[in-house]
C-alpha cells in the first residue's frame, strides 16, 4: 500500500476556491489510480473525482462538475484537486484514496486512505 497525506483544506466563505494536495510514499505512484472523496456530517462518504494512472481519464461528480477538477503530477507523486466556487454543501472531510485495480470511480476501487483534510464553506 501507498502512505497519502492530504493538504489543502480550511475555512473559506461561499465562492472562494480551494486546491487541495495529496501526496504519496513510495516510488511507485504512477501505477496508482487517484481519487477523492469527500464525507459531510451525518452523511455516507460520496465520490467527487478520480483520474487514471496516466492522467489521461478522469471522472467528476455531477454535483461538482465545471468546479472542481482533478489532476496529478507523477514527477512529484502528488494528486491535486482544485475546487472552485465553493458552496456551504461543499463542506466535509476530503480523503484522498489510491488504488492498483482496473480505473474505476467505485470507493471499492481504492485500497489505500489518507487522513482526511476539513474544508468548511461559510455562507
Known amino acids: 500500500q501507498v502512505q497519502l497525506v492530504e493538504s489543502g483544506g480550511g475555512l473559506v466563505q461561499a465562492g472562494d476556491s480551494l486546491r487541495l494536495s495529496c501526496a504519496a510514499s513510495?516510488?511507485?505512484?504512477?501505477?496508482?489510480?487517484m481519487g477523492w472523496f469527500r464525507q459531510a456530517p451525518g452523511k455516507e462518504r460520496e465520490f467527487v473525482a478520480t483520474?487514471?494512472?496516466?492522467?489521461?481519464?478522469?471522472s467528476i461528480a455531477n454535483s461538482v462538475k465545471g468546479r472542481f477538477f482533478i489532476s496529478r503530477d507523477n514527477a512529484k507523486n502528488t494528486v491535486y484537486l482544485q475546487m472552485n466556487s465553493l458552496k456551504p454543501d461543499d463542506t466535509a472531510v476530503y480523503y484522498c484514496?489510491?488504488?492498483?485495480?482496473?480505473?474505476?470511480?467505485?470507493?471499492?476501487?481504492?485500497?489505500?486512505w489518507g487522513q482526511g483534510t476539513q474544508d468548511t464553506v461559510s455562507s
Open positions: 484514496a489510491a488504488g492498483r485495480g482496473g480505473y474505476s470511480p467505485s470507493q471499492s476501487a481504492f485500497d489505500s
Open positions: 513510495g516510488r511507485t505512484f504512477s501505477i496508482y489510480n
Open positions: 483520474i487514471s494512472t496516466s492522467g489521461g481519464t478522469t
